[in-house]
């Protein structure tokens, strides 16, 4: 597959902490954490919220793919990426991609994210224990009642970065510090 925006970021652990130090500054400017003098009480707070979210598994690594709510208005909700987002490795058609695995791209090089993707993410909202609980059944009717849409398009400036896997295959993954900004408006 040609892409005609940008290219892969590779992985490197360097990559990540910079990946993760621009999530962390989105955080402090939406008030999610409080600054701290200390980087290990930091790094703590910022792993503490993220665990309570349930975005941290069982061995303390934060989960691929999940999303923080920032501070919204109903019915428009901003989502932050605290942890890369990997393409799917199934097409359409549940057929597995080949490695690379990468995000499908329009024809000029804009990123598709798959509604279903999308979707997802929304319904793990609604059962967060840390979102409001005013919003968990916006949260949950939207991710079941707004199919079909389109897939969204994204801006040709997202980085991605190239995350090697277990089985040797290298798939493509939003970085973490991604927005995506979503109104949750129902219409009948």
Not at 24 to 38: K, S
Not at 127 to 142: G, I, K, S, T, Y
Not at 169 to 185: F, Q, S, W
Request: proline fraction near 9%; charge should be negative.
């Amino acid at each position: 597959m040609t892409t005609i925006g940008r290219k892969m970021i590779p992985y490197s652990e360097a990559a990540m902490e910079t990946m993760f130090a621009h999530v962390a500054d989105i955080m402090l400017e939406h008030g999610l954490v409080e600054p701290r003098d200390d980087a290990e009480a930091f790094a703590a707070d910022i792993m503490n919220l993220l665990h309570s979210q349930g975005h941290v598994n069982d061995n303390g690594d934060v989960i691929l793919g999940r999303f923080i709510l920032l501070p919204s208005e109903r019915p428009t909700i901003s989502l932050l990426l605290v942890s890369p987002l990997p393409a799917d490795r199934y097409d359409d058609e549940l057929r597995r991609k080949p490695s690379p695995i990468q995000f499908s791209r329009t024809a000029s090089g804009h990123i598709l994210l798959p509604s279903r993707m999308l979707l997802t993410i929304i319904e793990e909202l609604g059962n967060n224990p840390v979102a409001p609980e005013e919003w968990r059944p916006l949260f949950v009717n939207f991710s079941r009642r707004a199919l079909p849409f389109p897939d969204i398009v994204l801006p040709l400036e997202v980085d991605t970065v190239a995350l090697p896997t277990e089985q040797h295959d290298i798939v493509e993954a939003l970085v973490p510090g991604c927005i995506l900004t979503v109104n949750l408006e129902l219409r009948a």
